[in-house]
């Protein structure tokens, strides 16, 4: 005998919230820094290596060539540890060795001429140069990488200056500075940290800001770490400068980032 009895319907899986898409990430300084001159990973590595075997050139037992020019061996052993690379040429005498990517043909020349003063260049096809520069003096410390395409520093190394229209925060421990110039105008950014309150770094950016002709908004961001935030604008929107502050234990770490159209001044 059929059953009258009416089924229940059948449950409706809960609908799956949208996955919003991956947000694009803009370039690092260091990307577009060496950009167009051998590539990060080559450059890098055999700087690091340069300079970590010229710190202990002093060592015994290494061969002629590395006695002769200490930086020319490094760089050959940072090139032969990387199977995609390879050696063209090599001068002990003038410091230069010259490197081939195996799948661009692109071909690279290191220049250590300098390295005793803690400078190293390189050299595309192109012509276009990157220069390492590092420095131990007290009260400079720190690591400078510059390009025809910007510059950045690490630490108290000496930096390329903001426009005068962007505030310096007197009295702040430097940790990165960065700088770029394009056809269509400039951006920056630089950090450091200070033991000052966020209120009086704030005000010392709002105050000065102002001054200078900028429209100025403070934000407060909520969420794990408590942020503190400004923005201003000037012409239009064709000069812009953005400050963050994030506290960092007893400290206030501070990133300031300016762009602009046209000249940087």
């Known amino acids: 005998m059929a059953s009258n009895t009416t089924q229940p319907p059948a449950p409706t899986a809960p609908a799956q919230p949208a996955t919003p898409a991956p947000q694009k990430k803009g370039k690092s300084p260091l990307v577009w820094i060496l950009a167009g ?58 410091g230069t060795v010259t490197i081939r990517n195996k799948k661009t043909g ?16 390189f050299k595309n096809e192109k012509g276009e140069e990157v220069t390492f520069e590092g420095s131990g003096q007290q009260g400079k410390e720190g690591f400078r990488i510059q390009s025809n ?63 200078a002709g900028f429209a100025v908004e403070r934000t407060a961001m909520q969420g794990m770490v408590r942020l503190a935030n400004l923005n201003a604008k000037a012409d239009g929107g064709k000069r812009t400068v953005n400050v963050i502050i994030t506290p960092v234990g007893e400290m206030a770490q501070v990133a300031v980032q300016y762009a602009g159209v046209g000249s940087s001044e």
């Open 37 to 94: 001159c051998g590539g990060l990973i080559v450059i890098v590595g055999i700087v690091f290596a340069v300079f970590l075997y010229w710190g202990a050139h002093k060592l015994k037992g290494y061969a002629a060539s590395a006695r002769k020019n200490p930086a020319v061996f490094a760089a050959k052993i940072a090139v032969m540890a990387n199977p995609e690379i390879e050696i063209v040429s090599s001068d002990d005498d003038a």
């Open 106 to 121: 692109e071909e690279l020349t290191m220049n250590a001429q300098d390295i005793k003063q803690g400078r190293l260049k």
């Open 149 to 211: 395409k910007g510059s950045m520093t690490f630490g108290n190394a000496e930096g390329e200056k903001p426009p005068s229209w962007v505030p310096t925060y007197p009295g702040g421990r430097s940790l990165v500075t960065a700088s770029q110039k394009t056809a269509e105008g400039f951006t920056g950014h630089y950090s450091f940290q200070t033991a000052d309150p966020t209120e009086k770094v704030l005000s010392f950016y709002e105050r000065e800001l102002k001054a």
